[in-house]
Structure formats: C-alpha cells, structure tokens
C-alpha cells in the first residue's frame, strides 16, 4: 500500500472482528515507529502492549470510561503510549530550553503514534486513539513508572466496519502561504 493510500483509508475505528492480532505485526508496528524523529534523537516514547485477553478485558473495565470501553469493546490489543519525563525539550541538567518543556515529549511522541497508526493500516489493522482515559489505573495496572507521562490508549485490531471518511478543511483553512 503506497503511503497516500495508507494515510487516506485510515479512519478511527470503533467496531473491530473477533480475530487476534499476531504478536509478529505488532513488534513490526512498534519496530516501525521508531523511525519517528525525537528531540536530540531522545526517544522518550514508551509503549505498554496489552495482548491477553483476560488483561485486555482487566484494563477496559478499570481503566476507561464507559464511551471509550463501548467504542473498543472489541478491540483485541490495547497499547498504552507514554513518554520519559523532562527529557524531550530540556537540557542536560533538565531544564527546559524552550516555551513547551515536557509538551515537546508529547509531541515526540505523536509522531511516532502516527507512525504507529499509518504502519497499523498498512498491515491491515486500524487503531482508535482515546485520551480520555484513567492515568493512575493505567499507571497502576501496568507498573508504569513515574517518570513516564501516561499518554493515551490506543486499540488495535482488523476492522469491522467501514466508515465514511470525515470531511477535511479546506487547504485555505489550515495553511497560510507567505
């Protein structure tokens, strides 16, 4: 699948099959994302891959809201994205050397999510991305250390549905060209 083609039959999808995903395509989706750029080739993200399905089950009852749990209750992957602390945007002595400190840890790690979700399409799964979700829980469940900021959780799983793809602003919505 050409990248073009990848990026434009990604949709967030809320409606997945009852099928694993093989352990193999997700290494090569967490291998792929490390392709992403990072401050100072820091690489502060981190990724809690939830497989089982007793654990999958165990973390969507604890650790989501019920319209996340509903709009994943068929995912059969969970992965949780976090990223080091005081390291994307600081100095060596953790200070931070721009306006945005630990928000360019965050932004670090969308680029390699969107890594993430486009590699996922291109494998034939898609993802959902839910930030809303329960940080202590997760941090708890998963024993994520607290030096890492928890993120968000993405689900994973081959699609059941087929969804329209949303309308996008106008290029003279979202650029301006000087």
């Not at 931070?96 to 840890?105: A, K, L, Q, S, T």
């Not at 390699?112 to 941090?139: C, F, V």
């Not at 699609?159 to 996008?168: F, G, L, V």
């Amino acid at each position: 699948m050409e990248l073009k083609e990848t990026a434009e039959s990604r949709r967030s999808i809320r409606a997945y099959k009852n099928q694993p995903v093989e352990r193999e395509k997700v290494e090569e989706i967490i291998c792929f994302l490390q392709n992403a750029p990072s401050w100072k080739n820091s690489q502060t993200g981190r990724y809690y891959i939830v497989m089982s399905p007793d654990k999958v089950s165990h973390v969507k009852e604890k650790c989501l809201p019920d319209f996340n749990r509903n709009n994943c209750k068929d995912a059969p992957v969970l992965i949780v994205t976090a990223f080091e602390k005081a390291r994307s945007g600081f100095d060596n002595d953790k200070n931070p050397v721009n306006e945005i400190g630990d928000e360019w840890g965050a932004y670090d790690l969308g680029l390699q999510n969107q890594l993430l979700m486009l590699k996922a399409r291109e494998l034939g799964l898609d993802t959902l991305i839910m930030g809303i979700r329960d940080g202590s829980a997760l941090r708890s469940e998963l024993e994520i250390p607290d030096s890492q900021e928890v993120v968000a959780v993405i689900s994973l799983g081959y699609r059941d549905i087929n969804p329209d793809k949303p309308k996008r602003k106008a290029l003279s919505e979202i650029a301006k060209f000087f």
